[in-house]
């Protein structure tokens, strides 16, 4: 896998169990095609949310495209 590129790389609740995801937004950076995406869909409080997305934007130079508030959607489905 040396070398790989991808054009999606899917994080779906997992996100906050890694012990470095600052290394995992780095890795997944390298690892992503110039127009590739980084999808992560997980639970974070509230008071996170300014902190998780300064690392993914100005730490790690993604571009936030969408965010939603899934809880309404995932309390449904249950």
Do not use: Q, W
Not at 14 to 32: T, Y
Not at 37 to 46: C, E, G, N, R
């Amino acid at each position: 896998m040396e070398g790989k590129r991808f054009d999606l790389i899917m994080c779906i609740e997992g996100f906050h169990c890694l012990s470095n995801p600052a290394a995992v937004l780095r890795d997944s950076k390298e690892k992503l095609d110039n127009e590739g995406s980084l999808v992560i869909v997980d639970a974070f409080h509230k008071e996170e949310i300014a902190d998780i997305e300064n690392k993914f934007t100005k730490d790690h130079g993604y571009i936030i495209h969408k965010k939603d508030v899934i809880n309404f959607m995932v309390k449904h489905a249950m």
